[in-house]
């Protein structure tokens, strides 16, 4: 990866920014420079103030104090509008493409080039589309209807539409979250062209292995403060943990030695149709078992099978000795069952309901026989419950009545995890836990499931992060197209077997 030259003036920089919100600083001192032709991270936990910087660029925020700069000259953006004219481009975890218009009149949607007589030149559009995609080094056919595309796909659009306006600067937040291994190459090979034809990126990941990969240099906030700016070759990953945390992560796999108790989870011979075929397993009091696979591998689908939410066609799910009837979540919860879901905002959350009322939306029967008045809630009962489960789980929040969707994507998965801990659950069920969430918040979420299962809770793992799954799992279950391909002790489990298996390739551990 060259390094650009310096003589030139950044492309885009924050020069001494402040922003506050009420009483919340977001920002305080922060100083970021983009320089064309380089990859630069910007790192830091939930709550570190990364989001505010990146809408600060794109112009939905003015800065308090400090100034936003242009080739070195000081910009005011007045709305996204002026930040998009200067050449500035968000590429978001999510794209909102029109879903019924095809590749091509998304990425020329309001400037589609004209014929003599004012029609939209279609031939040219799809051409124009054609030299993008070229460019990128990607094959999409422009006239494909943007409904079905995959995330990877949309993001290459929106990167296409974004270099179509002659974007200099371009800022990825979280573009990585939901991409496969393949996908994520893909967008990498993506981003260097980008980098080669001298535009300037900014990419946000909570991936550190990403950054280390993909960036020249890496800029740290925490608590909204500026740390420092660094050349990646330079630093460890150890090192910039510590500059995002302020303290060494010495345990972030804590997991601890429990001798495993009676079976509390026990599948034998799951299948429906389509999702996933003959799934056996057990899981013992005091035991992390994970669930492991490529993403499509069917994991999802069988958490969901054995908590009820989708019907079985065969097999058997029993909790504590008592077998379960497909597709009833009352019976799992019930019989001890919890399940938390990957996508806590549109699975695990009323993202507009308050904190509290979310916690307590499992134990609407126990609050009102708390409560004792005919069936109504004391919100007094309540909001006690909520703060001892916030103390438990060292949540970060500024009130109880707040929505819960004002907190961090790491505070929130907390929220999950209360919600499902105050049924006193037998076996819970974790999909994917630390997705999308910061490495302190990743460590704390890590210890819980180590304290719970030493409490001799059954707790079911799934993860697509391989390094959380030999870090904190007993046993590991692989998946490969709907099928168990291997069950691999702790002591036996390395990246390559649990890959190899992953992929239909069996290696070290018993044929599942």
Known sequence: MGAPGRSAPPTLALVNVSKSFGAVRALQGVTLELHAGEVHALAGENGAGKSTVVKTFAGVHRPDAGEVRVDGE???????????????????????????????????????????????????????????????????????????????????VEIAKAISRDARVLIMDEPTAALTGQEVARLFAVTRSLQEHGCAVLFISH??????????????????????TDMVADITPDDLVRRMVGRDLD??????????????????????????????????RGEIVALAG?????????????????????????????????????????????????????????????????MGLTQLRTLRRETGRG?????????????????????????????????????????????WLATEPAVLI??????????????????????????????????????????????ILVMHEGRLTAEIARADATEESVMAAATGRPGTGKAA
Not at 80 to 109: C, K, R
Not at 207 to 228: M, P, Q
Not at 325 to 349: I, K, N, Y
Not at 454 to 467: E, N
């Open 74 to 156: 000081p910009v005011v953006f007045h709305g996204p509008a002026d930040a998009q004219a200067a050449g500035v481009a968000v590429i978001y975890q999510e794209p909102t493409l029109f879903p019924d218009l095809s590749v091509a009149e998304n990425i020329f949607m309001g400037r589609q080039p004209r014929g003599a007589l004012g029609r939209i030149d279609r031939r040219a559009m799809h051409a124009e589309t054609a030299r993008l995609f070229e460019r990128l080094g990607v094959a999409l056919d422009p006239q494909q209807p943007a409904r079905g595309l995959s995330i990877a796909d949309q993001q290459v």
């Open 207 to 228: 991936r550190l292995e990403e950054i280390f990969e993909i960036c020249r240099r890496v800029t740290t906030l925490r608590d909204g403060s500026y740390v420092g």
């Open 251 to 284: 345990a972030l796999y804590p997991k601890q030695d429990v001798a495993p108790g009676e079976t509390a989870l026990k599948v034998r011979r799951l299948t429906r149709e389509g999702a996933f075929t003959d799934i056996s397993f057990e899981v013992r």
């Open 294 to 358: 490529l993403v499509g591998a069917g994991r999802s689908e069988v958490a969901r099978a054995v908590f009820g939410v989708d019907r079985w066609d065969a097999g058997s799910v029993e909790v504590g000795g008592r077998e379960l009837p497909a597709g009833s979540p009352t019976a799992a919860m019930s019989a001890g069952l919890a399940l938390v879901p990957e996508d806590r905002r549109q699975q695990g959350l009323v993202m507009d309901m308050s904190i509290e009322r979310n």
């Open 375 to 419: 069936g109504l809630i004391s919100r007094k009962v309540e909001r006690s419950r909520a703060a001892d489960w916030g103390l438990r789980l060292q949540l970060k929040y500024s009130r109880l009545t707040d929505a819960v969707g004002v907190l961090s994507g790491g505070n929130q998965q907390k929220v999950v995890l209360a919600k």
């Open 430 to 475: 974790v999909d994917e836990p630390t997705r999308g969430i910061d490495v302190g918040t990743k460590a704390e979420v890590h210890r819980l499931l180590s304290e719970l299962a030493a409490q001799d809770l059954a707790v079911l793992m799934i993860s697509s992060d391989l390094p959380e799954v030999l870090g904190m799992a007993d046993r």
